[in-house]
């Protein structure tokens, strides 16, 4: 079994920072990649970033430039660092981790950036 927290949400201003993180525990071995989402009320969540086992990523057109994910390996952690936030990056934001063909999901924390 795997479980996958996030942590690190909260309200901050526009233009401000926060850094989530999403820590895996459990049988872990064979993780290929990790990903974070965003949802608001009523809506489907939307992809944010990825990051590969190696290393690589991709992200949303919305968070690039804005936006940094990276991974310690050895903690089993997956980072998403957000400058300069906007109201609509305002969300619930899942943190997503695959191995062996699964999707593991954690329990969201919450994002509120106010204008």
């Known amino acids: 079994q795997v479980q996958v927290v996030e942590s690190g949400g909260g309200e901050v201003q526009a233009g401000g920072s926060l850094r989530l993180s999403c820590a895996a525990s459990?049988?872990?071995?064979?993780?290929?990649?990790n990903a974070w989402y965003r949802q608001t009320q009523g809506k489907e969540r939307d992809f944010v970033a990825r990051?590969?086992?190696?290393?690589?990523?991709n992200y949303a057109v919305s968070a690039k430039g804005r936006f940094t994910i990276s991974r310690d390996n050895a903690n089993n952690t997956v980072y998403l660092r957000m400058n300069n936030l906007k109201p609509e990056d305002t969300g619930v934001y899942y943190c997503?981790?695959?191995?062996?063909?699964?999707?593991?999901w954690g329990q969201g924390t919450q994002v509120t950036v106010s204008s």
């Open positions: 997503r981790a695959t191995g062996a063909g699964v999707d593991y």
């Open positions: 459990g049988s872990i071995y064979g993780f290929l990649a």
């Open positions: 990051i590969s086992n190696a290393g690589n990523t």
